[in-house]
């Protein structure tokens, strides 16, 4: 009796593992990439072909006293680098943290040109007397700062400058390595549920700085807004699997709610 329990139970377990191993050949099958990242860097797959737009984002961390006084010095300073048509840089927007990381700045800016531009006008600014005692002068507000450089994905819009009054918010993806193709696949046919109410902004995936990132930027009228566009989402018919097969792809994730400066482009 104990001989043929003992065999039924080791029939069982060898059933488990070849079922589990069964399950697992069969989801893991419903992720293979649509397509094949190793023929090309996945920045030439996912991003724009038409344009050769590079972006920067920086996340400045302003002391809490000087912030009124540091949105002022940088507006000043993106005012005369736009009207100044000889560097190839625009800001596209500026941002104070309102839920998220608190006294913090963000500043996105686009260089048309690519790698090119970026260097054109980092070394102009070098030798811009005036800049170099802007860069002095935000210092003593600062706590830290950090940037990353950033293409757009060719299926989301490109941000352009909107009229206000709007909040912003930015939804930051932490992919695990390897799956941004993934990521660019879903999203290329999940983004149409997002578009009814012109909340869509701009999406971008790093290129230097923490790499496999993804940034999402959407514009609200207010969060209860937000929170209605949001859940309309989940009635349309595809949005719940765009998010069953994207989340097994997250090691974190994180949101900011971020109110535009005086200055920004997009209000």
Known sequence: MATTRSVQAKGYLLYRRFSESSDKGWFRSLFVHKVDARKDAHSNLLSKKETSNLYKIQFHDVKPE?????????????????????????VVGS???WYGEQDQAVHLWRYRGGYPALTDCLQKLRANKEYLEFRKERAKMLLSRRNELLLEFSFWNEPLPRQ??????????????????????????????????????????TQIGQLYVVHHLWAYE?????????????????????????????QSMESRIMIPTKSSPLQ
């Not at 507006?75 to 190839?88: N, T």
């Not at 949001?230 to 989340?247: I, P």
């Open 164 to 205: 206000g009054p709007n909040l912003y918010e930015m939804r930051t993806y932490y992919l695990k390595p390897g799956t941004m193709i993934e990521w660019g696949n879903r999203w290329a046919r999940a983004i149409k549920h997002r578009q009814e109410n012109n909340e869509a902004v701009g999406g971008f995936f």
């Open 66 to 90: 000087c912030l009124e006084a540091y949105n002022s010095l940088e507006a000043e300073v993106q005012k005369r680098l736009h009207e100044d048509q000889d560097y190839p840089c625009e």
């Open 95 to 97: 941002w104070n943290t």
């Open 222 to 250: 207010s969060l209860q807004a937000r929170e209605e566009t949001r859940n309309s989402a989940w009635r349309k018919e595809g949005w719940d699997v765009n998010v069953y097969y994207t989340v097994p792809l997250l």
